[in-house]
Each structure stands twice: as structure tokens, then as C-alpha cells.
């Protein structure tokens, strides 16, 4: 088993050595932001349910739903914001903003201490927009 796991992952390797520049970039890029894809929600949850520790598990249940909520109903307006913004900026300088949208979305959940409903739901509004 280890030799057919290490074996495909020197012919992966192999494929991504015969790219060009532009497109090992590219596939770098991705990989990097579908990284941080993954992680930032367990990030997100962690704060919402650390900042609401001592309520029931309901309570918490409904503010991590109002988070997610704007975050996923938000996403289709991100979608029409970067169609406008994508005739008068770079797509690079946008995928940037983006990437560092969603880090910088983490900061008000770790230190403001947000305490409200409305507040989540922006804040994932936020994270979805940058999507």
C-alpha cells in the first residue's frame, strides 16, 4: 500500500514539474486557497462556540446558524460584486483581496467578542461576499 501511495505521488509530482510557470502558479494558488477554504469555517466555529460557552447547546446551535446563514446567502451577491469589479481590477488583485477577505473575517470573531445575532450574520455576509 505505501508503495502504490508513493508511487502516485511522484507521478503527480511529475505532472506538476511539466506544467508551465503560469499554471504550476495557478494550481499552487488553489491549492493554497482551498486550504484556507477548509479551515477558516473550523476556525469560525470555534470562536462562535467558545464566545457562547456557558448557553445551552441550542442557544449556540442558532448563533453558528446565523453566522453560516450569511455566509451562504451572501455568496450570489459576492458573485454579481466581482463581475462589476472584474471590468476595472485584475482577476490576481481580486483573488488576493479575496484570500485575505476571508483571513481578516476571523479577526472580529477572536477579539470583539461579538455578542449578537445580526453582528454574525454580517460578519458571515463578509466571508461570503469574498468568496
Do not use: W
Request: hydrophobic content about 50%; glycine content about 6%; some cysteine.
Amino acid at each position: 500500500m505505501k508503495n502504490v501511495v508513493t508511487t502516485y505521488f511522484k507521478n503527480e509530482f511529475k505532472h506538476f514539474k511539466d506544467l508551465n510557470y503560469d499554471c504550476r502558479r495557478l494550481v499552487t494558488a488553489n491549492f493554497a486557497y482551498s486550504f484556507v477554504f477548509l479551515i477558516l469555517p473550523i476556525i469560525a466555529n470555534f470562536f462562535i462556540f467558545k464566545e457562547y460557552e456557558g448557553l445551552e447547546q441550542t442557544q449556540v446551535i442558532k448563533y453558528v446558524v446565523a453566522y453560516f446563514v450569511g455566509y451562504f446567502t451572501i455568496i450570489p451577491v459576492g458573485f454579481i460584486i466581482n463581475g462589476f469589479l472584474l471590468r476595472h481590477f485584475q482577476v490576481s488583485r481580486l483573488y488576493i483581496f479575496g484570500m485575505l477577505a476571508e483571513i481578516f473575517v476571523i479577526i472580529p470573531l477572536s477579539f470583539l467578542h461579538i455578542r449578537g445575532m445580526a453582528q454574525l450574520f454580517c460578519i458571515g455576509g463578509i466571508m461570503g461576499i469574498s468568496r
